[in-house]
Protein backbone atom coordinates (compact mmCIF):
# COMPACT_ATOMS: atom_id res chain seq x y z
CA UNK A 1 0.00 0.00 0.00
CA UNK A 2 2.87 1.91 1.04
CA UNK A 3 5.02 1.46 -2.55
CA UNK A 4 1.67 2.23 -4.63
CA UNK A 5 1.27 5.57 -2.89
CA UNK A 6 5.39 6.31 -3.60
CA UNK A 7 4.79 6.02 -7.19
CA UNK A 8 1.35 7.72 -7.42
CA UNK A 9 3.23 10.80 -5.84
CA UNK A 10 6.12 10.39 -8.18
CA UNK A 11 3.96 10.53 -11.35
CA UNK A 12 1.59 13.40 -9.78
CA UNK A 13 5.11 15.70 -9.03
CA UNK A 14 6.69 14.46 -12.70
CA UNK A 15 3.18 15.77 -14.73
CA UNK A 16 2.81 19.03 -12.23
CA UNK A 17 6.30 20.10 -13.27
CA UNK A 18 6.19 19.33 -16.85
CA UNK A 19 2.91 21.46 -16.94
CA UNK A 20 4.36 24.24 -15.08
CA UNK A 21 7.72 24.07 -17.30
CA UNK A 22 5.34 23.43 -20.86
CA UNK A 23 3.12 26.64 -19.34
CA UNK A 24 6.63 28.94 -18.80
CA UNK A 25 7.57 28.10 -22.12
CA UNK A 26 4.07 29.03 -24.00
CA UNK A 27 4.62 32.83 -21.89
CA UNK A 28 8.29 33.18 -22.39
CA UNK A 29 7.30 32.63 -26.76
CA UNK A 30 4.84 34.89 -26.02
CA UNK A 31 6.57 38.04 -24.75
CA UNK A 32 8.50 40.17 -27.07
CA UNK A 33 12.29 40.20 -27.63
CA UNK A 34 13.31 43.36 -25.76
CA UNK A 35 14.53 46.40 -27.94
CA UNK A 36 18.40 46.97 -27.70
CA UNK A 37 19.10 50.43 -26.43
CA UNK A 38 21.44 52.57 -27.85
CA UNK A 39 25.26 52.46 -25.89
CA UNK A 40 23.98 49.44 -23.74
CA UNK A 41 26.67 47.73 -25.28
CA UNK A 42 23.81 45.52 -27.17
CA UNK A 43 25.16 44.29 -30.51
CA UNK A 44 22.55 45.59 -32.71
CA UNK A 45 23.55 44.42 -35.72
CA UNK A 46 24.15 48.13 -37.32
CA UNK A 47 26.25 51.34 -36.25
CA UNK A 48 25.26 54.43 -36.78
CA UNK A 49 28.41 56.83 -37.20
CA UNK A 50 26.98 60.87 -37.57
CA UNK A 51 28.44 62.76 -40.36
CA UNK A 52 30.90 64.80 -39.49
CA UNK A 53 30.90 68.71 -40.21
CA UNK A 54 33.86 69.34 -42.28
CA UNK A 55 35.50 72.85 -40.52
CA UNK A 56 35.85 76.05 -42.61
CA UNK A 57 38.49 77.48 -40.08
CA UNK A 58 41.56 78.41 -42.40
CA UNK A 59 44.73 77.43 -40.42
CA UNK A 60 47.54 80.10 -39.95
CA UNK A 61 51.06 80.86 -38.43
CA UNK A 62 51.11 79.78 -35.05
CA UNK A 63 47.74 77.48 -34.93
CA UNK A 64 48.45 74.61 -33.08
CA UNK A 65 47.13 71.12 -35.04
CA UNK A 66 47.28 67.24 -33.91
CA UNK A 67 47.85 64.82 -37.12
CA UNK A 68 46.40 60.96 -36.55
CA UNK A 69 47.77 58.64 -38.87
CA UNK A 70 46.19 55.30 -38.56
CA UNK A 71 48.18 52.92 -36.89
CA UNK A 72 51.35 55.00 -36.96
CA UNK A 73 52.42 56.60 -33.66
CA UNK A 74 55.36 58.15 -35.55
CA UNK A 75 53.92 59.81 -37.96
CA UNK A 76 50.89 61.05 -35.44
CA UNK A 77 52.28 64.51 -34.07
CA UNK A 78 51.11 67.38 -32.73
CA UNK A 79 52.94 70.24 -34.29
CA UNK A 80 52.51 74.38 -34.50
CA UNK A 81 52.33 76.04 -37.83
CA UNK A 82 55.61 77.83 -38.09
CA UNK A 83 55.82 81.65 -38.96
CA UNK A 84 55.80 80.45 -42.94
CA UNK A 85 52.79 78.75 -43.16
CA UNK A 86 54.23 75.30 -42.64
CA UNK A 87 54.83 72.60 -40.66
CA UNK A 88 57.71 69.55 -40.67
CA UNK A 89 56.51 65.58 -40.74
CA UNK A 90 58.92 62.63 -40.81
CA UNK A 91 58.79 60.97 -44.56
CA UNK A 92 57.14 63.82 -46.19
CA UNK A 93 59.11 66.91 -44.69
CA UNK A 94 57.40 70.27 -44.76
CA UNK A 95 54.08 70.42 -45.95
CA UNK A 96 52.10 73.69 -46.31
CA UNK A 97 49.08 73.80 -44.12
CA UNK A 98 48.43 78.28 -43.92
CA UNK A 99 45.03 78.85 -45.79
CA UNK A 100 43.72 75.78 -45.48
CA UNK A 101 40.72 74.15 -43.83
CA UNK A 102 41.47 70.70 -41.87
CA UNK A 103 39.87 68.88 -44.27
CA UNK A 104 41.76 70.03 -47.43
CA UNK A 105 45.12 69.09 -45.03
CA UNK A 106 43.54 65.55 -44.60
CA UNK A 107 43.77 64.70 -48.31
CA UNK A 108 46.76 66.90 -48.91
CA UNK A 109 48.81 64.46 -46.08
CA UNK A 110 46.75 61.62 -47.64
CA UNK A 111 48.05 61.90 -50.99
CA UNK A 112 52.02 62.32 -49.74
CA UNK A 113 51.24 59.33 -47.52
CA UNK A 114 50.50 57.27 -50.03
CA UNK A 115 53.92 57.39 -51.34
CA UNK A 116 54.96 55.12 -48.58
CA UNK A 117 51.89 53.80 -47.07
CA UNK A 118 49.02 51.92 -47.99
CA UNK A 119 45.53 53.80 -48.18
CA UNK A 120 46.59 55.84 -45.20
CA UNK A 121 44.07 56.98 -42.65
CA UNK A 122 44.49 60.66 -41.67
CA UNK A 123 42.95 62.74 -39.05
CA UNK A 124 43.54 66.28 -38.47
CA UNK A 125 41.78 67.99 -35.63
CA UNK A 126 42.42 72.18 -34.51
CA UNK A 127 44.23 72.02 -30.86
CA UNK A 128 44.67 75.79 -30.42
CA UNK A 129 43.78 79.25 -32.57
CA UNK A 130 47.07 81.78 -32.41
CA UNK A 131 46.64 83.09 -36.02
CA UNK A 132 43.00 84.89 -35.24
CA UNK A 133 43.23 86.41 -32.11
CA UNK A 134 41.15 89.20 -30.65
CA UNK A 135 42.13 91.27 -27.62
CA UNK A 136 39.99 93.22 -25.01
CA UNK A 137 41.44 94.87 -22.14
CA UNK A 138 40.69 97.45 -19.36
CA UNK A 139 37.31 96.67 -16.94
CA UNK A 140 35.49 93.38 -18.12
CA UNK A 141 36.11 90.18 -15.65
CA UNK A 142 38.21 88.44 -17.93
CA UNK A 143 40.78 90.31 -20.12
CA UNK A 144 42.80 88.57 -22.67
CA UNK A 145 43.00 87.10 -25.96
CA UNK A 146 39.89 84.79 -27.49
CA UNK A 147 39.92 83.20 -30.98
CA UNK A 148 37.90 84.46 -34.06
CA UNK A 149 36.87 81.56 -34.86
CA UNK A 150 33.46 82.83 -35.91
CA UNK A 151 31.92 86.35 -36.71
CA UNK A 152 32.20 88.24 -33.50
CA UNK A 153 30.69 91.77 -32.48
CA UNK A 154 32.38 93.66 -30.04
CA UNK A 155 28.98 92.99 -27.67
CA UNK A 156 29.75 89.76 -27.98
CA UNK A 157 33.25 89.89 -27.07
CA UNK A 158 32.50 91.49 -24.33
CA UNK A 159 30.41 88.86 -23.72
CA UNK A 160 32.68 86.15 -23.70
CA UNK A 161 35.01 88.65 -21.49
CA UNK A 162 32.64 87.93 -18.52
CA UNK A 163 31.14 91.64 -18.88
CA UNK A 164 31.50 94.53 -17.93
CA UNK A 165 32.88 95.37 -14.39
CA UNK A 166 31.39 98.38 -12.11
CA UNK A 167 33.81 100.38 -12.97
CA UNK A 168 33.96 100.21 -16.43
CA UNK A 169 32.93 103.53 -19.19
CA UNK A 170 30.45 102.08 -20.85
CA UNK A 171 30.45 104.96 -23.19
CA UNK A 172 34.35 105.41 -23.00
CA UNK A 173 34.91 102.26 -24.94
CA UNK A 174 37.49 102.33 -27.69
CA UNK A 175 38.40 99.48 -30.80
CA UNK A 176 42.02 99.77 -31.89
CA UNK A 177 42.46 98.58 -35.31
CA UNK A 178 45.48 98.18 -36.94
CA UNK A 179 45.54 99.26 -41.00
CA UNK A 180 47.59 100.50 -44.17
CA UNK A 181 47.26 103.74 -42.69
CA UNK A 182 47.99 102.99 -39.43
CA UNK A 183 45.99 102.35 -35.85
CA UNK A 184 42.36 103.25 -36.12
CA UNK A 185 40.25 104.09 -32.98
CA UNK A 186 36.18 103.12 -33.18
CA UNK A 187 34.56 104.29 -30.60
CA UNK A 188 32.01 102.44 -29.03
CA UNK A 189 29.00 103.07 -26.77
CA UNK A 190 27.68 100.56 -24.76
CA UNK A 191 24.11 102.09 -23.51
CA UNK A 192 23.44 102.99 -27.42
CA UNK A 193 24.15 99.38 -28.40
CA UNK A 194 21.77 97.87 -25.81
CA UNK A 195 19.24 99.91 -26.57
CA UNK A 196 19.29 98.54 -29.99
CA UNK A 197 21.69 101.23 -31.84
CA UNK A 198 23.94 98.45 -33.71
CA UNK A 199 25.50 100.83 -35.89
CA UNK A 200 28.72 100.59 -33.62
CA UNK A 201 28.88 96.93 -32.91
CA UNK A 202 31.05 96.05 -35.29
CA UNK A 203 32.39 92.80 -36.33
CA UNK A 204 35.75 92.50 -34.99
CA UNK A 205 38.52 91.48 -37.56
CA UNK A 206 41.69 89.41 -36.43
CA UNK A 207 44.23 91.15 -34.67
CA UNK A 208 41.28 93.79 -33.10
CA UNK A 209 41.80 95.01 -29.31
CA UNK A 210 39.21 96.26 -27.53
CA UNK A 211 39.64 98.47 -24.87
CA UNK A 212 37.35 99.07 -21.80
CA UNK A 213 38.10 102.34 -19.50
Given at each position: MRSNFSIYFIV????FLSTAA???????????????????GVDTGTIEVPAARSSQFLLGAADVVHINVWKDAELSQTVTVGPDGFVSLPLIGDVKVAGMTADQLVKALASRLTTYIVNPRVTVSVVEIKSRQV??????????GFPLIAPTHVLQLIAEAGGLTNYANRKGIVVLRQGPDGEKKI??????????????????QPGDTVVVP
Open positions: SATLAEAQNVAASEPAPTPIAGSYILGQVSKPGHFNYNNVVRGDETQNISL
